[in-house]
């Protein structure tokens, strides 16, 4: 099991940048791929982005491709999610989520979640 925080949201003008993080506790963050959602009002959780336990694979929503970068450092059990260009459709609360095995999209693979952070864009 891994314990998840999330830091980083904020408010931001349509085109700024924001970059989320979220800490892992454990020494077992390796072993995990990383996963982030998000979820807006009214909306069903939604998959943004993924990398794997090595960092050497890097999956997106083409809603985010081009503008948002995942990454992460396993020295400090940290995954990012740097985020360019942001669009008013961007608002929501941003989840982290960790996954052993499954597909990379679907929210029922992964095992642990942060509590969440909010990102609002303003037009």
């Known amino acids: 099991q891994v314990q998840l925080v999330e830091s980083g949201g904020g408010l931001v003008q349509a085109g700024g940048s924001l970059r989320l993080s979220c800490a892992a506790s454990g020494r077992t963050f390796a072993s995990y791929a990383m996963g982030w959602f998000r979820q807006a009002p009214g909306q069903k959780r939604e998959f943004v982005a993924d990398i794997s336990r090595g960092g050497y694979s890097t999956y997106y929503a083409d809603s985010v491709k081009g503008r948002f970068t995942i990454s992460r450092d396993n020295a400090k059990n940290t995954v990012y999610l740097q985020m360019n260009s942001l669009k008013p459709e961007d608002t929501a609360v941003y989840y982290c989520?960790?996954?052993?095995?499954?597909?990379?999209?679907?929210?029922?693979?992964?095992?642990?979640w942060g509590q969440g952070t909010q990102v609002t864009v303003s037009s």
């Open positions: 989520a960790s996954r052993r095995s499954g597909t990379y999209y679907d929210a029922a693979s992964y095992t642990d």
